[in-house]
């Protein structure tokens, strides 16, 4: 992978701008792009130069600091992939990776540190001059760690941060791009489609070109909600809680995959409670796909058992009685409470949403993937044309909490 002459060989947008929106020298630099478009390569460049600077007078060591969405994610995309940080230098040249510690060590006494944006205390402490923050929209706990890594970029005459990410149309990522001292750099993945394989050309940037999906996983736009969505995300932004109060039921909604096959829908996964004063909070949201149905009862097991909830609300209109089987055959013990649709998904969803405007719905915690589904569900659905299994099972949870049984026998706190 390594390419001695990267200058000279890499695209235009991979290689850092100037100047940020202020006309200076830019602070952040933003590159958004679709998928495949190079922006891990980028990353693990600009890090490369950073590291291997010469160092002016009275300059002390780099301290450098790798953010990704996970642990795993840090490590075996940013650090180990084949676009990764070691990737790009030459076998025998390659800083010294100690995953037991998180840390690399560079020749000339540079270090960079690797961090998962799930742990935003983590950052609380180190102190950097430089940063990679990889997949940013996609952060769980994107503003708490965005948050801890600026008070630590406090090494050096200017320290700098390079974000490389797939657009998702989040508060954090708009405000950045927004900034002064911001630099933001477009690039679709057809831009890198020679490094690409011609069946994904084909198969995928072909099929979902020009989609609304495509248009953000393709090419890197920021793409905002659908006129016709029920949720916004500014609906959500006043309906978000750090943490749900005492609750004083709960239950975990199931809403199962029409078929086993491989390729089939996901599982929706996702878990609300219902506190004293009538409030339903969403609380997690665990949905799998490529499970087979023994795979995603078990998981649905394991998040009633972890939340001490009341019951699993299953929706059963394909295969309801092998849908109950399964979850009975995994354990005999887990309160099953069937549910059939009599209505379609928009009609389902439409109380629902009605909850979320008047304030009787929160939701405590970040649900990246969930949200993105409730903004894009229109009257004909996902614009992908997909199940939207999140969201059936997070108004099947709430509709039950709200408009089935409303007891329970004790307050919990979570």
Excluded at 73 to 96: K, N
Excluded at 135 to 147: P, S
Excluded at 396 to 411: I, M, N, Q
């Amino acid at each position: 992978m390594f390419n001695a002459a990267w200058d000279v060989h890499c695209h235009p947008h991979q290689l850092p701008p100037p100047f940020g929106n202020n006309g200076e020298p830019w602070t952040t630099w933003l590159l958004i792009g679709g998928r495949g478009a190079g922006k891990t390569r980028a990353g693990a460049e600009w890090v490369r130069s950073v590291a291997n600077a010469p160092k002016h007078d009275g300059e002390g060591e780099r301290r450098i600091a790798l953010i990704g969405e996970t642990e795993h994610e840090t490590r075996e995309v940013m650090i180990e992939g084949v676009s990764g940080l070691l990737a790009v230098y030459p076998r025998d040249e390659r800083p010294v990776w100690s995953p037991s510690r998180r840390r690399i060590e560079f020749s000339n006494g540079a270090i960079a540190q690797a961090f998962s944006a799930e742990d935003p205390e983590s950052l609380r402490g180190p102190q950097f001059s430089a940063a990679w923050a990889d997949e940013l929209a996609k952060w769980r706990h994107a503003e708490a760690t965005f948050d801890m890594l600026q008070f630590g970029l406090r090494l050096g005459a200017r320290p700098r941060q390079v974000i490389t990410t797939t657009p998702r149309p989040t508060a954090l990522l708009k405000r950045l791009i927004a900034e002064p001292t911001s630099a933001v750099t477009h690039a679709p993945t057809r831009a890198n489609a020679y490094h690409l394989s011609p069946a994904f050309i084909d198969n995928v940037v072909k099929r979902y070109d020009g989609t609304r999906l495509g248009r953000q996983e393709l090419d890197g736009e920021i793409i905002d909600d659908r006129p016709d969505a029920l949720w916004s995300r500014a609906m959500f932004e006043t309906c978000r809680v750090a943490a749900a109060p005492g609750l004083r039921r709960i239950v975990v909604a199931v809403d199962p995959p029409a078929s086993a096959s491989k390729g089939a829908d996901a599982c929706g996964l996702v878990a609300a409670g219902l506190a004293e004063n009538g409030v339903a909070y969403v609380i997690a949201d665990e949905t799998v796909a490529g499970l087979s149905p023994a795979g995603w009862a078990a998981k649905a097991i394991a998040l009633w058992r972890r939340l001490q909830a009341d019951a699993l609300v299953v929706e059963v209109n394909q295969g309801g009685d092998m849908v109950k089987a399964v979850i009975r055959e995994a354990d005999a013990t887990v309160p099953v409470i069937a549910v059939r649709a009599s209505r379609g998904k928009w009609l389902r969803a439409e109380p629902v949403a009605a909850l979320y405007e008047q304030g009787r719905v929160k939701h405590a915690g970040v649900f990246p993937a969930l949200e993105d589904e409730m903004c894009d569900f229109g009257l004909n659905g996902l614009s992908n044309g997909r199940s939207p299994d999140r969201l059936d099972a997070m108004v099947w949870a709430v509709s039950h909490l709200t408009f089935g049984a409303r007891s329970g026998p004790r307050v919990r706190a979570l």
